[in-house]
């Protein structure tokens, strides 16, 4: 069950509350700790557990979360979560310590939100005769908050790290550039969830140097970034490009004409360097665009 | 038979008077561990690779006793514990005390070292053990002397009123 390493974790009263929930319902996402409030499970519905949080819980759950050593996760706080064993992360709230205007560190952490890690296997197969035409394309994947981009996203890195012979997919080498530790859920170098046998895992880096570094440093064929939209974002895709590496992406934005009004995206689009756009409705549906931002077809559905 | 007691009682004084005299060298020697422990964690603490619990374990597994028997005491603590590493660090350092041959003021120094422990920054944690790794080191310099001044002194003295008792004995 994917959400076993978050138990431990828990507070005995609130994970007994929740495991059997869980256990029932595959649509949950989100466990919310409020200190002092009912424990909220969130999903596809609401769930307002009669368990509080305590003061008392609260403080151990951060003992256990930090393993009594607060410093180890400084950097990680910053960015304002954690990830544990099995690629789940801890979203953190609480008091911001600034330095120089700046986010320092973070203290009397009250709010916390458990997100499920989820793998969806075989979820970007309905895509693959349009992500895959003698090569990898280069895609951009589009799509509001919890639409489901980054599990499409990594399910087409574990496909194109470890081949699909009923497409006549090889295994390419693939080189993931995961900032926030989302696609791979690396804890301690080591991704926790599956990304396919040839990929490479950069974690916890700022994309646009980190591509760089995978450009540079692991041969890739095929570079996969999650959620980009920085200036040096398109700079480092232009660069992979443009050295023959195929480029598969995230964006946040509703629509595929939402992402062009992106200064950014706009830029990108213009220069070409992406073949494919996937727009990623709700329900999984997905609409694919061609290089010149045109609708190709409704790829089917996932269910 | 007078001559076997005297020789008695002289030699119980010079044991008397060793055993005094070591634990001059014993509180040299628990600073020494304590000062090079807390290197160590200050060490991982910059680094930031290891969590305090691994750290202890090592200096537990590689230091020498007492003090690794504390660190190893802790280790299992924070392990087995809910509560603040820093709360842990006090009750083990108490219920650890008649192991060292500290001084009060040399534990309540100690107890400074873990206030906060693992609560805090990387740079704020550093910052604290540094402090207490500089006062250790003051403390060792102290003990050292003291252990010179006072060491052979008891020794000394110890057989010399062990001598003196078995002559006034006679």
């Known amino acids: 069950m994917p959400y076993e390493a978050i138990l431990p974790y828990l507070p005995e009263t609130i994970s007994r509350a929740v495991a059997p ?6 649509n949950i996402e989100e466990i919310r700790l409020r200190t002092g409030q009912p424990v909220e499970l969130t999903g596809t519905g609401q769930h307002l557990l009669q368990v509080i949080f305590t003061e008392k819980e609260r403080l151990a759950f951060v003992h256990k979360l930090t393993k009594h050593s607060f410093y180890r996760l400084e950097e990680q706080m910053k960015k304002g979560y954690i990830t544990i064993e099995g690629g789940h992360r801890i979203g953190l709230a609480g008091q911001a310590v600034l330095k120089k205007g700046l986010i320092h560190s973070m203290t009397n952490l009250s709010f916390f939100n458990i997100r499920i890690a989820r793998e969806k296997k075989g979820i970007a197969r309905h895509l693959l005769p349009f992500l895959y035409e003698n090569g990898w394309e280069s895609t951009l994947l589009i799509g509001p908050p919890r639409s489901g981009k980054t599990t499409l996203l990594r399910d087409i890195a574990r496909i194109a790290a470890s081949g699909q012979g009923d497409y006549g997919i090889p295994a390419s080498k693939t080189s993931i550039v995961d900032e926030r530790s989302e696609i791979a859920g690396c804890l301690n170098g080591v991704p926790q969830l599956d990304v396919g046998q040839r990929a490479d895992v950069l974690d916890g880096c700022p994309k646009s140097e980190g591509m760089m570094m995978m450009i540079r440093s692991m041969s890739p064929e095929l570079l996969i970034a999650d959620e980009i939209g920085r200036t040096e974002d398109a700079y480092a895709m232009s660069e992979a490009l443009n050295a023959g590496i195929a480029v598969i992406a995230t964006v946040h934005a509703h629509s595929y004409e939402e992402a062009i009004r992106r200064p950014v995206i706009r830029e990108i689009k213009e220069s070409g360097l992406f073949s494919r756009y996937i727009d990623i409705k709700p329900k999984h549906e997905y609409v694919v665009r061609d290089l010149h931002g045109r609708a190709i077809k409704s790829a089917p559905t996932f269910s | 038979m007078k001559w076997i007691g005297a020789c008695f009682i002289i030699f119980a004084s010079f044991l008397i008077g060793m055993q005094k005299s070591k634990t001059y060298m014993d509180r040299v020697r628990n600073i020494r561990q304590f000062e090079s422990a807390l ?4 060490s991982a603490i910059l680094f930031g690779a290891d969590s305090i619990e691994t750290t202890a374990r090592f200096i537990s597994e590689t230091g020498e006793k007492p003090a690794s028997v504390f660190f190893r005491d802790f280790a299992d603590r924070l392990a087995s514990s809910e509560t603040s590493a820093d709360h842990i660090w006090t009750s083990t350092l108490q219920q650890n005390q008649d192991l060292l041959a500290l001084k009060p003021t040399d534990i309540r120094l100690l107890e400074q070292a873990g206030h906060m422990l ?8 550093e910052r604290r053990l540094k ?3 500089k006062q250790l080191e003051k403390r060792r310099e102290e003990a050292v002397a003291e252990e010179q001044r006072f060491g ?3 020794r000394a003295v110890s057989v010399l009123s062990g001598l003196l008792t078995a002559i006034l004995l006679m």
């Open chain 1, 21 to 26: 929930i869980l256990k029932k319902d595959a």
């Open chain 2, 39 to 42: 290197l160590t964690m200050e």
């Open chain 2, 118 to 125: 693992g609560s805090c920054t990387q740079e704020a944690e």
């Open chain 2, 131 to 133: 402090h207490v790794i």
């Open chain 2, 152 to 154: 052979g002194m008891v």
